[in-house]
């Protein structure tokens, strides 16, 4: 039995050593890259030695970046900006729609709400650039192109299906007679929703709100057809970095790490509401 | 004359399209006195929570009207119809302590602090639950939730308080205790209170009238008493009752003097032609078959008699269970003592004519309790 559960140990932990190196080596390895000039990045063979250098982070704050040949002006903090602003937003709408809808879905059957529930979802079953080319048209129409407003409504393509989805689950685990109860208390459907319903379903809320903002943060294609460059989050302002000059690794690895540090943050914080909310809502048939 | 707190009348529950939909209660109507404790009695599926839950407003009634305390409710909201409700899911809020649970909706009507304290300690007493008011309801077990549940409706100011199964998860004793401090509870405050329940032993001992409820129908509202010496069919007649009546196929003939019924297996029953109201005995006569009900208990072993083969004799520490084999069928009797009986032993018993029950074996329908024709 000992002997069993010793080897059990070391398969075991090499198995996640394997796991964790596969997924956290890239990260890492840019994480380097991100001190190094592109000479030092380029060299063959690599090595993990090196004279460590600010520059890259120095001229992506400035919004200078020093090529080879010439001074190229950048935005990436307007860039990292406007992802903020635009996750943000988006997710917050998406939670102001999404949270009642998922509690009438769940809650109140009504002729057609699963046909509804379901049209909601498949918005995420066809390849984006599908819903984009008819889109551009029509924003350009009603002059929704390149605007803040016009990107966060179709953000909701990504956002609200998502929050709708896995918050549901959630409402749904809450027996109703707890709902009831309070009810019969003498209390309103709105009190009760927002007593009761709301504090419950809490951790599938935040889980559903941080995916979704994770999604929203990571979106790239709808801000490149959609977003001219003050309005670009930081997946479409790193293009910049690809220069006539030559690709600037070492700004690009520096953007990465900047970039994905609120997301990364946020992760590393939430985690067990993510796994939580996740195993808990969204599985239950 | 006394108030009617809960007039249900003529109502009809669908699942779904109405007629076409599940027919869950079928033409329930019930009127309950201000005072009076009502127990729903029947199996599961029966339409008996349905019919609390229609009361209570979180199903549609598709036809009939509920009224309460003289309102017309049932197309009110719950939050409406001034009533309190115990769930046999307890559906206590998890988020705040058993206290708080308790208290909320008193402390949400704006009653002074000190008067919740005081009337929470009370019933918490009375429901001995003391000693978990400042838990929360996970860290409880089944048993002590269900009486929070139950304090939480009873601390109520209500027209009407609905319980649904409010005791299934109690053990034995503690059950026994609670059914007499509940039942004083309510008539001391001549609350009106109606109790869904499965466990016939529940609705004897709290209700003043019990309606036995079968596949969405009522099938008797009676007392405990009435239910028990006249059921008014086969259903109530084997249903209520531990171990249920024996139910036997018959055909009456009649002689001279004697009244009889001949039995499956050839056998007969005999009695003095006076024994029935003559009334009785034409119309007995006049039908092709009978159902013949006769309870455990009033089966008496006797030195003459009916022959029957002793089957199985189980002392339950208080009772013997004896069953035999008799007129084709199985006779269950209950005697006080211990019977020296073992399987294969031949038996005499005596039924006395007092003691049958007669039943339209078709419909169900009651004909007879004790010699007396119904109706």
Redo the contacts between chains.
């Keep these: 039995m000992q002997s069993v559960s010793t080897l059990e140990r070391i398969l075991r932990g090499t198995a996640i050593s394997l796991v964790i190196f596969f997924f956290m080596f890239p990260i890492f390895w840019i994480f380097l890259m991100s001190f190094q000039t592109n000479e030092t990045i380029l060299r063959v063979p690599p090595s993990m030695v090196f004279e460590p250098t600010l520059t890259n982070y120095r001229s992506l704050i400035s919004g200078t970046l020093e090529g080879s040949t010439a001074t190229l002006e950048i935005r990436f903090m307007s860039n990292l900006y406007n992802s903020l602003f635009l996750s943000v937003t988006s997710v917050t709408v998406g939670l102001l729609l999404g949270v009642p809808a998922a509690y009438a879905f769940a809650k109140l059957k009504f002729r057609g709400s699963e046909d509804i529930a379901f049209t909601l979802l498949s918005f995420r079953f066809a390849p984006p650039l599908l819903v984009l080319l008819p889109l551009t048209i029509y924003f350009q129409k009603i002059g929704l192109a390149d605007t803040y407003l016009g990107l966060i409504w179709v953000y909701q393509l990504i956002v609200l299906p998502l929050i709708l989805w896995i918050v549901r689950g959630y409402f749904e685990d809450i027996?109703?007679?707890?709902e009831?109860?309070?009810?019969?208390?003498?209390?309103?459907?709105w009190s009760t929703f927002t007593k009761?319903a709301l504090?419950?379903a809490g951790p599938g809320i935040a889980a559903a709100g941080l995916l979704a903002f994770i999604f929203a943060w990571n979106n790239f294609i709808f801000a490149l057809v959609l977003a001219s460059a003050d309005k670009q989050p930081v997946t479409v302002g790193a293009l910049a970095f690809i220069t006539a000059s030559g690709i600037n690794y070492g700004q690009i690895a520096a953007g990465i790490m900047l970039s994905i540090a609120p997301t990364f943050a946020l992760a590393l914080y939430a985690q067990r509401y993510l796994v939580e909310g996740l195993s808990l809502g969204a599985v239950k048939g | 004359m006394s108030e009617i707190m809960l007039q249900i009348s003529n109502v009809d529950k669908f699942y779904g399209p109405i007629d076409t939909g599940v027919h869950a209660v079928k033409d329930v109507s019930i009127d309950v006195e201000r005072g009076d404790i009502i127990a729903l009695l029947g199996s599961s599926g029966c339409g008996k929570t349905s019919t609390l839950r229609m009361i209570a407003g979180f199903e549609e009634v598709s036809r009939g009207t509920i009224s309460i305390a003289g309102r017309e409710v049932h197309m009110l909201p719950p939050v409406k119809r001034n009533v309190a409700m115990a769930f046999e899911g307890y559906s206590l809020y998890p988020t705040v302590t058993v206290r708080d649970n308790i208290a909320f909706a008193l402390k949400s009507s704006g009653k002074p602090a000190s008067e919740v304290a005081a009337k929470v300690d009370e019933i918490a007493e009375m429901l001995e639950i003391t000693g978990i008011l400042d838990k929360y309801p996970s860290s409880i077990s089944g048993g002590q939730q269900q009486r929070a549940s139950l304090a939480r409706a009873l601390i109520r100011d209500a027209d009407l308080y609905l319980l649904d199964e409010p005791m299934g998860q109690l053990e034995p004793q503690l059950r026994t205790l609670l059914r007499g401090r509940i039942k004083y509870y309510i008539k001391e405050r001549g609350l009106t209170a109606i109790l869904v329940t499965h466990d016939q032993t529940e609705a004897n001992a709290l209700a003043d009238k019990i309606a036995v409820m079968e596949d969405g129908e009522m099938q008797q509202f009676a007392s405990p008493e009435e239910i028990k010496e006249a059921p008014a069919n086969l259903f109530t007649g084997t249903f209520v009752g531990e171990p249920p009546m024996n139910i036997f196929d018959a055909k009456a003939a009649s002689s001279d003097d004697t009244f009889a019924f001949s039995l499956q297996d050839g056998s007969e029953l005999s009695f003095p032609r006076s024994a029935f109201a003559s009334a009785l005995q034409d119309r007995v006569m006049a039908m092709d078959r009978v159902a013949l009900g006769v309870r455990p208990y009033a089966v008496q072993r006797s030195e003459t008699g009916a022959a029957a083969r002793v089957l199985a004799n189980q002392w339950l520490g208080d009772q013997s269970h004896i069953a035999a084999e008799f007129a084709g069928g199985t006779l269950v009797l209950v005697e006080h003592d211990r019977a020296d009986l073992s399987e294969g032993d031949e038996i005499t018993v005596h039924l006395d004519a007092s003691d049958l029950h007669i039943f339209e074996p078709d419909t169900g329908a009651a004909i007879s309790h004790g010699a007396k024709l119904v109706g």
């Excluded at chain 1, 027996?175 to 707890?178: K, L, N, R, V």
């Design positions: 027996p109703s007679d707890i009831y109860a309070h009810r019969i208390a003498g209390h309103g459907f009761i504090p419950l």
